[in-house]
């Protein structure tokens, strides 16, 4: 017995590949909805992970700015103290500087010289006097130049003979050396010129 199907089964199997294909659309785009969801969760986490990792680097940027400026500040107001500190020193040693001056002066004065006036001015003084020799004021720049730990670079201005005024009651007249000598003030522990140099450099006007 031959059987003959008469149903439209073209029709039938186009619809089921239809059937097939949409749902195989809609599993797709489930899976990319899905995707999409997990991708833009994970973005969103990632940013906002992100985001707390710059707000954490902005505050501990402006507590470093903070201490920067406390620092700065602090180091301003040191460099003040220091200079306030050696302005005071200053101060301090400038006001035994007179006494200083004065005791070397008269520890390297030989004998035969008198001292008439001393003038300072900054730290260059200038000293002025009488000898009895040539050789008397050699003798006190030599001591000025290797004795002293306040005097430095002693340097001969000026020296002429003068002829002293008979005393009463005699005819006998004197003569002496009228003499300017410059010198600058050191402190203890400041380098000394080189020996010789002052005297080799000083301007010097001898009159006989």
């Known amino acids: 017995m031959i059987l003959i199907n008469l149903l439209p089964h073209r029709e039938e199997r186009r619809r089921q590949r239809k059937q097939a294909f949409f749902v195989g659309l809609g599993v797709a785009a489930g899976v990319g909805v ?13 940013t906002q992970v992100q985001q707390a990792r710059n707000n954490f680097l902005r505050d501990e940027t402006g507590k470093l700015e903070a201490q920067i400026k406390d620092i700065a500040n602090l180091r301003a107001e040191i460099e003040g103290l220091k200079a306030r500190q050696a302005a005071v020193e200053d101060l301090q040693l400038n006001r035994n500087v007179p006494v200083h001056l004065l005791d070397e002066l008269v520890r390297l004065t030989p004998e035969g010289i008198y001292l008439a ?19 008397r004021v050699s003798e006190f720049l030599r001591n000025a130049q290797s004795n002293s730990p306040w005097l430095d670079r002693m340097e001969l201005v000026e020296i002429k003979a003068v002829t002293q005024p ?10 002496l050396f009228e003499f300017s000598l410059r010198v600058s003030i050191k ?12 005297a080799s450099g000083a301007a010097a006007r001898k009159s006989a």
């Open 34 to 46: 899905l995707a999409a969801g997990l991708w833009y969760g994970a973005l969103q986490q990632l």
């Open 187 to 198: 402190q203890p522990g400041q380098p000394a010129s080189a020996p010789g140099a002052a």
């Open 117 to 135: 006036s001393i003038k300072q001015t900054d730290s260059a003084v200038l000293v002025s006097g009488v000898a009895q020799t040539n050789e």
């Open 166 to 175: 008979a005393a009463p009651g005699t005819r006998e007249q004197r003569r």
